[in-house]
């Protein structure tokens, strides 16, 4: 039995509470399918720096380098972030560097709006249709975030000039390409690549090299839509988009656009995955929400985003597919069952029952 080692650090504020459901669920997997999972917790955030003086420990790095893929919950805390220097802080010190630690260069957010949750979204049911189904895929290493040059001159006279710059190399295009094709070849066998071509010379390049990518992947209808359009389209017609192919930036702002169609954070995870080799990708799978302080301790938070994320792991690291459905459907019938957490819960609904992060994460596991 080949057995997956997982590095989880669960983090600050709800990290804990969602990380015990997601574990909760994997190892209901692990025994359902005959999976090893050796899990492994660490701390990082504040949970690193009051256990060991940093954010991100140097036995917690080891041990993310020591396994196959990271689980991580959230990190940082808002009331003593500003305690200490901005470069040590949870969010740069931890997230930062195990984002350029792993070379972590393809970002992937699901967006998925299921049926019974309708309400939780923001557009009327006609523009629903029969629920909505994204991947977005943002580039997450290059583009107009890391350009040089980047900086603000001083021009004399009280005027200033900040430069950013946007650039992007024939290779960093080709593999986050290559990662969306891939990434409809498991679901609908759609690609919308975003860009800005008619303005922008990225934009250009963006485009030839994505179609050029493209025709390596017969079964994957390719098409290319411009940014400015695209954030209409998700509003006018979600159902359109099966894989959205971005750029960084782009990507930033499209994902949380797409992700305000869900309706609550509490229902999203993320991965980001590294440079894949063999069959072997190494991936960092969080849920796309942050610490939740506000309900933080008391049972509340939605585990549902970060046992989603431990769907993804099994996907796109560990390619255990089968068992990745078993955990998604079994999201899907606790949903369907009426359970729902604060974030999901409507009054109007009669078929719902408000549930905690305990009880929905024990419902999600009897359900494997
Ligand atoms: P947040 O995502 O933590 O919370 C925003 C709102 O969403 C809150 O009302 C919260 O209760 C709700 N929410 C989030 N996740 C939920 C869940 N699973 N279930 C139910 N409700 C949920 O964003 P914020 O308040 O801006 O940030 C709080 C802290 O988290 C900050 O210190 C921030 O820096 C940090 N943060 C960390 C990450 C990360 O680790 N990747 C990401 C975002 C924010």
């Known amino acids: 039995m ?3 080692r997982i590095a989880a650090l669960a983090g600050d504020g709800i990290g804990p509470e969602v990380m015990r459901e997601a574990i909760k669920v994997l190892r209901a997997v692990g025994k359902r399918f005959s999976i090893g999972f050796q899990i492994t917790e660490a701390p990082v955030g504040w949970a690193g720096i009051d256990a060991a003086g940093k954010a991100l420990p140097d036995t917690t790095l080891e041990l993310c380098k020591q396994s196959d893929a990271i689980l991580f919950g959230s990190v940082g805390l808002p009331d003593r972030d500003p305690t200490i220097p901005k470069e040590q802080r949870p969010e740069r010190a931890a997230l930062l560097r195990i984002r350029k630690e792993f070379g972590l260069f393809a970002n992937l957010r699901p967006v998925q709006l299921p049926k019974a949750l309708a309400h939780s979204c923001p557009l009327n049911a006609d523009r629903q249709g029969g629920g909505i189904d994204i991947l977005v895929v943002r580039e997450l290493t290059g583009g107009m975030y890391f350009g040089q040059p980047k900086k603000t001159e001083d021009l004399g006279s009280g005027q200033q000039r900040a430069i950013d710059t946007m650039v992007y190399t024939t290779a960093e295009i080709e593999r986050i390409a290559h ?15 975003i860009d800005k071509a008619n ?38 017609k979600p159902t359109q988009f099966d894989v959205m192919l971005c750029e960084n930036m782009f990507g930033d702002i499209l994902s949380d656009e797409a992700a305000a169609l869900a309706g609550s954070l509490g229902m999203l995870p993320s991965a980001s995955l590294g440079a894949t080799a063999g069959d072997q990708t190494f991936g960092f799978y969080e849920p796309a929400g942050g610490t939740a302080p506000d309900i933080a301790g008391k049972n509340l938070a939605n585990p549902i985003a970060q046992i989603l994320s431990a769907a993804l792991m099994l996907r796109y690291s560990f390619k255990l597919h089968d068992a990745a459905s078993a955990i998604d459907l079994a999201v899907a019938r606790a949903i369907n069952a009426g359970l729902r957490t604060g974030d999901i819960f409507n009054t109007a609904d009669a078929n719902a029952k408000r549930t905690g992060t305990r009880e929905m994460g024990d419902a999600i596991a009897e359900g494997i």
């Open 179 to 193: 990662v969306a094709f891939r990434a409809a070849e498991l679901r609908r066998n759609k690609v919308t690549s």
């Open 199 to 236: 303005v922008l010379e990225n934009g250009v390049l963006w485009r030839d090299v994505v179609t050029r990518i493209g025709k390596h992947y017969a079964a994957v209808d390719l098409e290319h839509m411009f940014v400015d359009n695209a954030a209409m389209q998700l509003m006018l």
């Open 2 to 4: 080949k057995t997956f």
